[in-house]
């Protein structure tokens, strides 16, 4: 919103029906590319993740067999 904050909306909306079409711009810029180390590191995150994920889902599979095989 810059300096004006909300305060400013109206007299930009105003500005905005006079003005040319590319002056104003609906996107943010791009973040920046993360490097290829920070990539990595995220990439192993993921992973370690998604293995306590997977061996919590294979313990609690586990213990649904034990209880059908109980209630049999």
Request: no cysteine.
């Amino acid at each position: 919103m810059g300096r004006g904050g909300w305060y400013m909306w109206p007299y930009m909306g105003y500005g905005r029906m006079y003005a040319p079409p590319w002056f104003y711009t609906p996107y943010w810029p791009y973040p920046p590319f993360p490097t290829q180390e920070d990539e990595e590191q995220f990439l192993k995150d993921q992973a370690s993740i998604l293995k306590d994920e997977l061996a919590q889902i294979n313990k609690r599979l586990e213990e649904l067999k034990k209880q059908g095989k109980e209630k049999k």
